[in-house]
């Protein structure tokens, strides 16, 4: 092959299936790209199924499927007991049953001619020829009427289908060795048999066949030769590992049937079909199938039985291998014998290699030790020491022998000595009558006698020294602790022993004894003091409120002090919201109505907080080492424990809402929503720095207590320096003069306002990097799911998120990561499904079955799950309304409604006009779309008066009104109609569903759709030329063929399309000859490029070709989304680019791009840089930037409105406010303002359509705002400026609402099944 290879002309593809070679490892030629293929077209599901328990490749091969729908009838076993005796022949037992075998094929397929359709395969040429006769036999004493022939596989193939003879064949030889005559009798002795194929296994690879038998296949596993004393295998190769492939092969030679006939071998590979059975209630299902199977069960049996026969060769040859050294040398075994060589060759090489390379280290080690002196290690370590260093020395670590062998050897030396001198220590301590030493102290005993030992002492009498040494040193240490111990006036928790043994440790370190013994006891009990202010803090903070309360949002407060409006003081107010102009918003009732005023909060007398009484405790428990702080640097000076405890207590609480509610309006005023969470976390760290700053929180100081001083001869307490202290020379006074350095720590420091900017910022700087980083995470699984065709709920993308970031913390690289959580998400989907058997056993005729086998490739189930599939079988075909009545039946049936296993991933539901909801007739509220039952929708798109969804499969369906009227070819519909033209599709777009003055005189929109191979598809009203086609009408979806300056379809793809009204934009992967002519050039070599073509106001200037972004060339961009008269490209970073006209034919009120008040000054910079003068008049690509705008996660955009959802789940809008379609109070809306309604919700989808919007966040909860158009909707009627939540019912309670799709008079809510 190699010599028909020629570079640049030629390549080389090998088809190989690892599953039909022994293991694991195969070496392909250097230099080849792996490509998984993972779809089955020859085989019925079934097989493919069955096939699965003895194919390789881990959880992987769950994602094996079928191209067709072709389930095909069960695979059928016939498992038999050999018949004992002399005059017992196990192949005419074979012969009988192979019999039973083709009489169930024949009553199965009742009438089919069975010629050349069926081939009953063998493990060997002598199993053949011994079978042959005694079924040619068996099969002419059952069909007397039929006459059956034996071909080889080489004969079959030979056969062109010209009847049942081979012109080309002057001669043919059949299996019984009879010469066949060419002549006209022997053409109709030919064409009135019917060939039967037998042959071996080896013979059948790469052939297949309509229906398989295979006969004698199966050993016991791990046996090393035939325990029948017949060849069942193929010379010299291994049995388990032979027998496993052979079964996998001769399974997938078969088209539609497969059936098994075998002697019962316990401890085989096919025991584990005496122990199953086939439920023939039940439909099949492949998902089901995959399910039941136990996809490790095969890996274990190849992995363990290669594995016993290298440590049995190592046994034989008196090697001792390690765990580690066994898996290394299996690998090796089984890489070389895929290669080619013989199993038992490779042992024997691999493990005569181990043999030299563990000589050479023992040898290496045995010098080194007689080099270093020590020479007592070689009879005692160097068995120990030289596998392991034989094992490295194998993998290549090992650079230099000599000194390798030398480090090891002097490291094992030191532990040796050390060990000696330990030993020696514990010796000397029992004689002399001493309990056995603390680790510590025993530690830096040890390296006393090791320095003595070093000068020359016996080890034996420096551990008698320093042993006597030491207990007089002990007894001077606990003289010296007592005295201490009892200065103090509080001794409670004090432990004498641990004194002692803390202040030995200090003084075997080398410190004096009497700082030793101080030290000891003034950490003793600075311990004490902290675990007093502990408890007293706990206690403080759990016990009933006390202090009076503070004002926050949701508590409750009475009015004061009210000049304007004296009849509310003294009311009961509820407090709303913290206004940016730093006042409180509160409900109050007054005349038996409820109404809302501003407060000042100096007019508010705070009754009750928000929440219940246990958040707030949470809240202050996890502030609690600041609060011990504090009350340190109270108790440090001299305050009692409980005074110092309640008054940080206190202290704190009130700072904490004087923080808290700065930090809100600070948020607000830079359009940035805390939630609960985050708003405590920066409390506790703005109050924080408030303290540590006023130098009024001391730190626990480390050494010498704790910051408490040390014990002064008089008992008291003696300051001494430690670190976070930050004290002088007073810092032990009491009475007045501490109280005064309170007053002036308080005083002093940075001021509320910094504190509170300095940390919003830090946090606001914090959240934009994250967001940017989980925009990215989720942008590149959103195209992986894309090009897939994956479903990802947003749990799923919140789970697969989590999975990306931990492999990015390891290194991996972001497309590794994502293939990874992908490919597993995928794995865990498939194993979800419920379970299913697909063998048929009834055809055994065993009595050695005992229910425990060797190898079992399906899962155990419970006997109730028959009752309880059948159920969500019948469920299935009930409409979602019925499931509540179903569940009042029974606790089964209950438990089956509820059971969301079943159920599909996603389900819509539409409301709109008769035209327009898919369903042939008006929905005003929310209705079940049937589609979404039978078809699995991943992407929906409400155009004007239309929707179109694309499915799991690849094809695009549409209904409601045609994207051009009048037309023969492109008909309204009023029910889902697949569009046959596009296949494969990933995407499909149109121009938006928006008002416009012309919009009633258009007679259609256009449409275009993207393919998974980068395909570009278009059709429909093609006014400007935008759609790339000729025509001003295209009828039908047409395929874009391309080739200009910057675009050649043929190669480069589309990786992104958007429509406006008269404009199309793409984003194209740049490759090839143009990335190398742009480095060439100077340019700069791209990966992607934007571009645009038609215009984006047919009022200023003629349609512009297809052109080119500079801006936006080699940014990495996530989607495209077009506004009737803008467009926006939404970037992998979440970073927003807007361009096209500012404000739209109409002359929209506000700023259609984000970019501010117009001004026109990019006109003369597109003049200079010589656009054409169509294109000059519009602002080119430009980040979208303002304050409080972070990463985007989603961009939505109608005629004159854009709608932003941020990654942290904020919304921001701008454009047009007629109609109030902008869910905010502000008019001339130039740049993004956050919809403040939405800011205790976090938003996950949604949608806009006229001055219509709506957004359903992560809870679930669908909210509207905008015009009067939801005329037969759920909001109908609905006209407000503010956000409005909508409810609706009939949908399972698994399911929660994900995505919302609006058009005109019409829209869809889109439900995600919950994890």
Same mark, same amino acid.
């Given at each position: 092959?190699?010599?028909?290879?020629?570079?640049?002309?030629?390549?080389?593809?090998?088809?190989?299936?690892?599953?039909?070679?022994?293991?694991?490892?195969?070496?392909?030629?250097?230099?080849?790209?792996?490509?998984?293929?993972?779809?089955?077209? %020859?085989?019925?599901?079934?097989?493919?199924?069955?096939?699965?328990?003895?194919?390789?490749?881990?959880?992987? +091969?769950?994602?094996?499927?079928?191209?067709?729908?072709?389930?095909?009838?069960?695979?059928?076993?016939?498992?038999?007991?050999?018949?004992?005796?002399?005059?017992?022949?196990?192949?005419?037992?074979?012969?009988?049953?192979?019999?039973?075998?083709?009489?169930?094929?024949?009553?199965?397929?009742?009438?089919?001619?069975?010629?050349?359709?069926?081939?009953?395969?063998?493990?060997?040429?002598?199993?053949?020829?011994?079978?042959?006769?005694?079924?040619?036999?068996?099969?002419?004493?059952?069909?007397?009427?039929?006459?059956?022939?034996?071909?080889?596989?080489?004969?079959?193939?030979?056969?062109?289908?010209?009847?049942?003879?081979?012109?080309?064949?002057?001669?043919?030889?059949?299996?019984?060795?009879?010469?066949?005559?060419?002549?006209?009798?022997?053409?109709?002795?030919?064409?009135?048999?019917?060939?039967?194929?037998?042959?071996?296994?080896?013979?059948?690879?790469?052939?297949?066949?309509?229906?398989?038998?295979?006969?004698?296949?199966?050993?016991?596993?791990?046996?090393?030769?035939?325990?029948?004393?017949?060849?069942?295998?193929?010379?010299?190769?291994?049995?388990?590992?032979?027998?496993?492939?052979?079964?996998?092969?001769?399974?997938?030679?078969?088209?539609?049937?497969?059936?098994?006939? *075998?002697?019962?071998?316990?401890?085989?590979?096919?025991?584990?079909?005496?122990?199953?059975?086939?439920?023939?209630?039940?439909?099949?299902?492949?998902?089901?199938?995959?399910?039941?199977?136990?996809?490790?069960?095969?890996?274990?049996?190849?992995?363990?039985? =290669?594995?016993?026969?290298?440590?049995?060769?190592?046994?034989?040859?008196?090697?001792?291998?390690?765990?580690?050294?066994?898996?290394?040398?299996?690998?090796?075994?089984?890489?070389?014998?895929?290669?080619?060589?013989?199993?038992?060759?490779?042992? !024997?090489?691999?493990?005569?290699?181990?043999?030299?390379?563990?000589?050479?280290?023992?040898?290496?080690?045995?010098?080194?030790?007689?080099?270093?002196?020590?020479?007592?290690?070689?009879?005692?370590?160097?068995?120990?020491?030289?596998?392991?260093?034989?094992?490295?020395?194998?993998?290549?670590?090992?650079?230099?022998?000599?000194?390798?062998?030398?480090?090891?050897?002097?490291?094992?030396?030191?532990?040796?000595?050390?060990? +000696?001198?330990?030993?020696?220590?514990?010796?000397?301590?029992?004689?002399?009558?001493?309990?056995?030493?603390?680790?510590?102290?025993?530690?830096?005993?040890?390296?006393?006698?090791?320095?003595?030992?070093?000068?020359?002492?016996?080890?034996?009498?420096?551990?008698?020294?320093?042993?006597?040494?030491?207990?007089?040193?002990?007894?001077?240490?606990?003289?010296?602790?007592?005295?201490?111990?009892?200065?103090?006036?509080?001794?409670?928790?004090?432990?004498?022993?641990?004194?002692?043994?803390?202040?030995?440790?200090?003084?075997?370190?080398?410190?004096?004894?009497?700082?030793?013994?101080?030290?000891?006891?003034?950490?003793?009990?600075?311990?004490?003091? !902290?675990?007093?202010?502990?408890?007293?803090?706990?206690?403080?903070?759990?016990?009933?409120?006390?202090?009076?309360?503070?004002?926050?949002?949701?508590?409750?407060?009475?009015? %004061?002090?009210?000049?304007?409006?004296?009849?509310?003081?003294?009311?009961?107010?509820?407090?709303?919201?913290?206004?940016?102009?730093?006042?409180?918003?509160?409900?109050?009732?007054?005349?038996?109505?409820?109404?809302?005023? $501003?407060?000042?909060?100096?007019?508010?007398?705070?009754?009750?907080?928000?929440?219940?009484?246990?958040?707030?405790?949470?809240?202050?428990?996890?502030?609690?080492?600041?609060?011990?702080?504090?009350? =340190?640097?109270?108790?440090?000076?001299?305050?009692?424990?409980? !005074?110092?405890?309640?008054?940080?207590?206190?202290?704190?609480?009130?700072?904490?809402?004087?923080?808290?509610?700065? =930090?809100?309006?600070?948020?607000?005023?830079?359009?940035?929503?805390?939630?609960?969470?985050?708003?405590?976390?920066?409390?506790?760290?703005?109050?924080?720095?408030?303290?540590?700053?006023?130098?009024?929180?001391?730190?626990?100081?480390?050494?010498?207590?704790?910051?408490?001083?040390?014990?002064?001869?008089?008992?008291?307490?003696?300051?001494?320096?430690?670190?976070?202290?930050?004290?002088?020379? *007073?810092?032990?006074?009491?009475?007045?003069?501490?109280?005064?350095?309170?007053?002036?720590?308080?005083?002093?420091?940075?001021?509320?306002?910094?504190?509170?900017?300095?940390?919003?910022?830090?946090?606001?700087?914090?959240?934009?990097?994250?967001?940017?980083?989980?925009?990215?995470?989720?942008?590149?699984?959103?195209?992986?799911?894309?090009?897939?065709?994956?479903?990802?709920?947003?749990?799923?993308?919140?789970?697969?998120?989590?999975?990306?970031?931990?492999?990015?913390?390891?290194?991996?690289?972001?497309?590794?990561?994502?293939?990874?959580?992908?490919?597993?998400?995928?794995?865990?989907?498939?194993?979800?499904?419920?379970?299913?058997?697909?063998?048929?056993?009834?055809?055994? !005729?065993?009595?050695?079955?005992?229910?425990?086998?060797?190898?079992?490739?399906?899962?155990?189930?419970?006997?109730?799950?028959?009752?309880?599939?059948?159920?969500?079988?019948?469920?299935?075909?009930?409409?979602?309304?019925?499931?509540?009545?179903?569940?009042?039946?029974?606790?089964?049936?209950?438990?089956?409604? *509820?059971?969301?296993?079943?159920?599909?991933?996603?389900?819509?539901?539409?409301?709109?006009?008769?035209?327009?909801?898919?369903?042939?007739?008006?929905?005003?509220?929310?209705?079940?779309?049937?589609?979404?039952?039978?078809?699995?929708?991943?992407?929906?798109?409400?155009?004007?008066?239309?929707?179109?969804?694309? $499915?799991?499969?690849?094809?695009?369906?549409?209904?409601? +009104?045609?994207?051009?009227?009048?037309?023969?070819?492109?008909?309204?519909?009023?029910?889902?109609?697949?569009?046959?033209?596009?296949?494969?599709?990933?995407?499909?777009?149109?121009?938006?569903?928006?008002?416009?003055?012309? %919009?009633?005189?258009?007679?259609?929109?256009?449409?275009?759709?993207?393919?998974?191979?980068?395909?570009?598809?278009?059709?429909?009203?093609?006014?400007?030329?935008?759609?790339?086609?000729?025509?001003?009408?295209?009828?039908?979806?047409? +395929?874009?063929?391309?080739?200009?300056?910057?675009?050649?379809?043929?190669?480069?793809?589309?990786?992104?399309?958007?429509?406006?009204?008269?404009?199309?934009?793409?984003?194209?992967?740049?490759?090839?000859?143009?990335?190398?002519?742009?480095?060439?050039?100077?340019?700069?070599?791209?990966?992607?490029?934007?571009?645009?073509?038609?215009?984006?106001?047919?009022?200023?200037?003629?349609?512009?070709?297809?052109?080119?972004?500079?801006?936006?060339?080699?940014?990495?961009?996530? $989607?495209?989304?077009?506004?009737?008269?803008?467009?926006?490209?939404?970037?992998?970073?979440?970073? =927003?680019?807007?361009?096209?006209?500012?404000?739209?034919?109409?002359?929209?009120?506000? *700023?259609?791009?984000?970019?501010?008040?117009? $001004?026109?000054?990019?006109?003369?910079?597109?003049?200079?840089?010589?656009?054409?003068?169509?294109?000059?008049?519009?602002?080119?690509?430009?980040?979208?930037?303002?304050?409080?705008?972070?990463?985007?996660?989603?961009?939505?955009?109608?005629?004159?409105?854009?709608?932003?959802?941020?990654?942290?789940?904020?919304?921001?809008?701008?454009?047009?406010?007629?109609?109030?379609?902008?869910?905010?109070?502000?008019?001339?809306?130039?740049?993004?303002?956050?919809?403040?309604?939405?800011?205790?919700?976090?938003?996950?989808?949604?949608?806009?359509?006229?001055?219509?919007?709506?957004?359903?966040?992560?809870?679930?909860?669908?909210?509207?705002?905008?015009?009067?158009?939801?005329?037969?909707?759920?909001?109908?009627?609905?006209?407000?400026?503010?956000?409005?939540?909508?409810?609706?019912?009939?949908?399972?309670?698994?399911?929660?609402?994900?995505?919302?799709?609006?058009?005109?008079?019409?829209?869809?809510?889109?439900?995600?099944?919950?994890?």
């Amino acid at each position: 092959v190699e010599g028909y290879v020629s570079a640049g002309q030629t390549q080389r593809m090998l088809l190989s299936d690892v599953s039909q070679s022994w293991g694991r490892k195969v070496a392909y030629p250097a230099g080849m790209r792996e490509v998984l293929l993972s779809e089955v077209v %020859r085989c019925s599901k079934r097989i493919v199924a069955g096939a699965m328990a003895f194919q390789l490749g881990g959880e992987e +091969k769950l994602l094996t499927k079928c191209h067709h729908e072709a389930t095909g009838p069960p695979l059928k076993s016939f498992l038999f007991d050999v018949p004992t005796g002399q005059e017992a022949s196990p192949f005419a037992a074979y012969a009988q049953h192979a019999l039973r075998a083709l009489q169930h094929v024949n009553s199965t397929f009742s009438g089919l001619d069975l010629h050349n359709r069926v081939a009953l395969v063998v493990p060997d040429l002598e199993f053949r020829e011994s079978f042959r006769p005694e079924l040619q036999k068996a099969l002419a004493a059952a069909f007397p009427q039929r006459r059956f022939r034996f071909v080889d596989a080489v004969r079959a193939s030979a056969d062109l289908g010209r009847g049942r003879s081979c012109a080309e064949a002057d001669t043919k030889m059949d299996l019984e060795g009879q010469e066949q005559g060419s002549g006209e009798e022997g053409d109709r002795e030919e064409e009135a048999s019917e060939w039967l194929v037998l042959d071996s296994i080896h013979q059948m690879d790469g052939l297949e066949r309509l229906i398989v038998v295979g006969v004698g296949l199966d050993s016991i596993i791990d046996s090393q030769d035939a325990a029948t004393g017949r060849c069942n295998k193929p010379e010299d190769e291994s049995t388990t590992l032979a027998t496993r492939s052979m079964l996998y092969r001769a399974m997938t030679r078969a088209h539609l049937m497969f059936l098994v006939v *075998n002697e019962f071998m316990r401890g085989g590979w096919l025991e584990f079909l005496g122990s199953v059975r086939l439920r023939e209630d039940e439909a099949f299902d492949s998902k089901a199938a995959l399910q039941r199977s136990e996809v490790q069960a095969v890996e274990g049996v190849v992995k363990a039985r =290669l594995s016993a026969l290298v440590g049995d060769a190592a046994e034989e040859l008196g090697l001792s291998l390690s765990e580690a050294a066994a898996t290394v040398l299996t690998g090796e075994v089984a890489a070389r014998h895929e290669r080619g060589q013989d199993e038992g060759k490779a042992i !024997e090489a691999v493990l005569r290699q181990w043999q030299y390379e563990a000589q050479v280290a023992t040898e290496a080690l045995e010098k080194a030790m007689v080099k270093l002196g020590l020479r007592e290690l070689v009879g005692t370590t160097l068995a120990a020491l030289s596998g392991p260093f034989a094992l490295a020395l194998h993998r290549g670590e090992v650079v230099e022998l000599v000194a390798a062998a030398s480090d090891i050897v002097k490291k094992q030396g030191a532990k040796q000595h050390d060990m +000696k001198i330990a030993d020696a220590l514990e010796v000397a301590t029992r004689n002399a009558n001493r309990e056995k030493m603390d680790g510590k102290v025993a530690k830096a005993l040890q390296s006393r006698v090791s320095m003595a030992v070093d000068k020359g002492e016996t080890i034996e009498s420096a551990a008698r020294s320093v042993i006597e040494e030491w207990a007089t040193v002990e007894e001077d240490i606990r003289r010296r602790v007592q005295r201490y111990v009892e200065m103090l006036t509080n001794q409670d928790g004090f432990d004498l022993s641990k004194l002692e043994q803390d202040a030995a440790i200090s003084a075997c370190e080398g410190e004096n004894v009497e700082d030793a013994a101080r030290r000891a006891v003034s950490k003793c009990h600075a311990k004490c003091t !902290e675990t007093q202010v502990d408890t007293a803090l706990r206690s403080a903070i759990l016990a009933p409120r006390s202090g009076g309360p503070v004002c926050q949002a949701g508590g409750r407060a009475r009015l %004061r002090d009210l000049a304007g409006k004296p009849e509310l003081n003294g009311a009961e107010a509820e407090l709303v919201d913290f206004l940016v102009r730093g006042r409180w918003s509160a409900e109050v009732e007054f005349k038996s109505k409820k109404i809302r005023i $501003t407060v000042k909060p100096v007019n508010l007398e705070a009754l009750s907080e928000p929440g219940s009484e246990p958040e707030a405790q949470a809240a202050l428990l996890e502030a609690l080492p600041a609060l011990q702080a504090q009350a =340190l640097a109270k108790v440090k000076r001299s305050r009692p424990v409980a !005074e110092a405890v309640a008054e940080v207590v206190k202290s704190w609480r009130v700072e904490a809402a004087q923080v808290a509610s700065a =930090l809100q309006v600070l948020a607000l005023q830079r359009e940035f929503h805390l939630d609960m969470q985050a708003l405590q976390r920066l409390t506790r760290s703005a109050v924080d720095r408030l303290w540590r700053g006023s130098g009024s929180a001391a730190g626990s100081g480390a050494d010498g207590g704790g910051g408490l001083g040390t014990v002064t001869e008089d008992g008291g307490l003696m300051p001494m320096p430690a670190e976070g202290l930050g004290e002088g020379e *007073n810092g032990g006074e009491e009475g007045a003069g501490g109280e005064q350095q309170d007053a002036q720590e308080q005083q002093a420091g940075p001021s509320l306002e910094e504190v509170i900017d300095e940390v919003l910022n830090d946090w606001m700087q914090g959240e934009s990097a994250i967001q940017r980083d989980i925009a990215q995470i989720r942008a590149a699984l959103e195209a992986a799911a894309k090009s897939q065709r994956v479903l990802l709920t947003d749990g799923a993308m919140e789970s697969l998120q989590q999975r990306v970031e931990v492999a990015l913390r390891r290194k991996d690289s972001l497309e590794v990561a994502v293939d990874a959580a992908i490919k597993e998400w995928h794995r865990q989907v498939v194993r979800k499904q419920v379970q299913q058997t697909v063998w048929d056993p009834s055809g055994n !005729e065993t009595r050695q079955i005992t229910g425990v086998v060797r190898f079992m490739p399906f899962k155990h189930s419970g006997p109730e799950l028959f009752d309880y599939v059948m159920l969500m079988n019948v469920f299935t075909m009930l409409p979602f309304q019925s499931l509540g009545v179903l569940a009042r039946v029974c606790k089964r049936w209950r438990g089956v409604a *509820n059971d969301p296993s079943w159920k599909p991933d996603l389900v819509a539901y539409a409301w709109g006009d008769a035209d327009l909801t898919g369903m042939s007739e008006a929905c005003p509220k929310p209705t079940l779309l049937e589609l979404s039952i039978t078809r699995k929708i991943i992407n929906i798109h409400c155009a004007d008066a239309a929707t179109f969804v694309v $499915t799991e499969a690849g094809e695009a369906w549409f209904w409601g +009104k045609s994207w051009l009227q009048d037309f023969e070819e492109a008909p309204d519909c009023r029910e889902p109609t697949r569009l046959d033209e596009l296949r494969d599709v990933v995407a499909v777009t149109t121009s938006p569903a928006g008002y416009f003055h012309e %919009r009633s005189r258009l007679p259609g929109y256009p449409c275009a759709a993207l393919t998974r191979s980068g395909s570009l598809y278009t059709w429909g009203l093609n006014l400007t030329g935008g759609l790339l086609h000729d025509t001003r009408a295209v009828e039908r979806p047409r +395929k874009v063929d391309k080739t200009c300056d910057v675009w050649r379809s043929s190669a480069e793809r589309v990786l992104h399309v958007g429509l406006g009204l008269d404009y199309m934009v793409l984003c194209l992967e740049r490759t090839g000859q143009r990335l190398q002519a742009a480095a060439e050039g100077g340019v700069g070599v791209t990966s992607s490029a934007v571009l645009t073509c038609g215009t984006f106001s047919r009022h200023q200037g003629p349609p512009h070709e297809l052109h080119e972004w500079e801006e936006l060339r080699g940014v990495h961009v996530k $989607t495209l989304v077009a506004g009737s008269f803008h467009c926006c490209a939404l970037t992998t970073r979440g970073e =927003l680019y807007t361009w096209g006209h500012e404000a739209g034919t109409d002359g929209a009120n506000g *700023n259609l791009l984000g970019h501010g008040e117009r $001004t026109g000054e990019w006109t003369r910079g597109n003049i200079e840089r010589g656009l054409p003068a169509n294109l000059a008049w519009f602002p080119p690509p430009r980040l979208v930037e303002c304050e409080g705008f972070g990463p985007v996660a989603e961009v939505k955009c109608s005629s004159y409105t854009t709608a932003a959802i941020l990654v942290d789940g904020r919304v921001f809008s701008w454009g047009d406010c007629d109609g109030n379609a902008l869910g905010h109070e502000h008019q001339a809306c130039d740049r993004p303002r956050w919809l403040r309604s939405l800011r205790w919700h976090r938003v996950a989808h949604g949608a806009v359509a006229y001055t219509n919007a709506a957004v359903a966040t992560q809870e679930g909860r669908v909210f509207v705002w905008g015009g009067n158009y939801w005329d037969g909707g759920i909001a109908q009627g609905r006209n407000s400026q503010s956000t409005t939540e909508v409810h609706w019912q009939g949908v399972p309670s698994c399911y929660k609402c994900s995505a919302v799709a609006l058009g005109h008079r019409h829209g869809l809510l889109v439900f995600h099944k919950q994890p």
